[in-house]
């Protein structure tokens, strides 16, 4: 760690990032053009923080000054001078000032078309000094050009390995909740018949969410679109749906086209649709709180009674308002029919989406394990050492819910006691203080990083493995990959 006149100035550049690899030069042509002791290379957005790239002139840990006085200062997106620190007002209270930094100048580094601002090219010095000459500001203006180009270069590259790291975990994802779906749905047939014709409309029904995201490129679905796609094909004339055309999360959209599959497959079953005379309403509104509320009701159909045994339809359609969108299922076995309230609360809510687009990036996605073991990467286990889990008391973490399904059976099957599964960090924390032998955590909870849980298990010495659906140690929560 170096010291600028008994300033601390640090800052951590992995050798191997290529952004600070391809900026270094720069970040040295800028000392060299402004005769300046230091100068560094920052990157970042007009709505997010910077980070110091490249450095030449200090070694060690962050820059403060760049990131304190610069980020101060240089919300702006013009360029700066200041001749003499210590006088300038703003920088007061800096340490830098303390320790003798005197002359200090940045410049934006903009966008090609000068909307955004991409990052900061700083030079600095003890000594202070009226100006920069004109040479030197001509130079330092080519280079801020060059180094706006690498800047908006290695954005793109972040941007594309970004997505197609969410692709993979989409694609994973959406392959994890088919074969889940198969496999509950092959529990609960009595034949082969039944199972292929079951498992294909739920199938059908998930394809029909998918479509329905990827024309809005997964930004979310009309509720009016998901009500049409699920109940369009029904008995004509006997089926109605109607309500304002509120657009769904991806998420809540594919709860709602597999609870709305469910009924409809019910009412064609046992309910409503076995008769002509039968009829199905559905309507939905806007809640108070911003929420969902949508009604089924079925009427004119065969007298009904209310069921010995749930299959997994039921299942679904009772959890999956309480796991999927943050809300209850109420159902009703009247004899008239059966009528279903499902209630979601505003996380289900999407903002307004823009018109549909013919093609999209890909489809949502789901966990494939990729385990680490209280945080440190672990092998495959191998079949020469099984491990027995008969009579432990595990916790599911999982925000999917067919994925939770199928993480109980399985485990249950193979003799483990859940004692919990918990779809939301608040949840998870709560059941952190149960009797627990370990832990399965998805190691992102709908956006949300699931560390606090690990941290808390990790307190009480309960083991956990992470489950996620991006096949890298990295995307562990921060401190356990």
Known sequence: MDNLSGVAIEHDLPADH???????????LAALAAKARFAAVAQGSDGGGLRIE?????????????????QRRAGARAAFFTGDLPADPAAQDLAAVAGGVRFFAAFPLKSEDGRSVLGFLYVADPQPRAALGPDERQA????VLAAADVAARNQVEEQRETLVAELDHRIKNVLAAVQSLALQSARRAASLEGFLKTFTGRLKSMASAHQLL???????????????????GLAPGQTRWEGPDLMLTPRAANAISLALHELATNAIKFGALTVESGRVEVRWRSRPDGGLCLEWTETNGPPVATPTRHGFGSTLLEKVTGRELGGEAKVE?????VHVVL????????EPAPEPHETAPGASAAPTPAPAVNGASAD?????HPVKINGLRLLIVEDALLLTLELEAGLQEAGAHVAGSAADLEEAMRMTELPLD?????????????????????ARGVPFVFATGYGDSKMAPQGFG
């Open 333 to 337: 076995y009247r004899r008239e029919g």
């Open 18 to 28: 290529r952004a600070s690899r391809r900026l270094a030069p720069i970040a040295r």
């Open 343 to 350: 209630n979601a609360d505003l996380s289900a809510i999407a």
């Open 214 to 232: 990827t024309a809005t490129r997964w930004r979310g679905a009309g509720m009016r679109n998901i009500a049409a796609a699920e109940l369009g």
């Open 54 to 70: 490249a450095v030449t002139g200090v070694s060690g840990p962050g820059w403060p000054l760049a990131e304190a006085f610069a």
């Open 380 to 384: 495959p286990p191998h079949a020469a």
């Open 140 to 143: 330092l203006e080519d280079l």
């Open 438 to 458: 370990a832990a399965v955590l998805d190691a992102n909870l709908n956006g949300v990083s699931v560390a606090p849980v690990a941290e808390a298990l990790a």
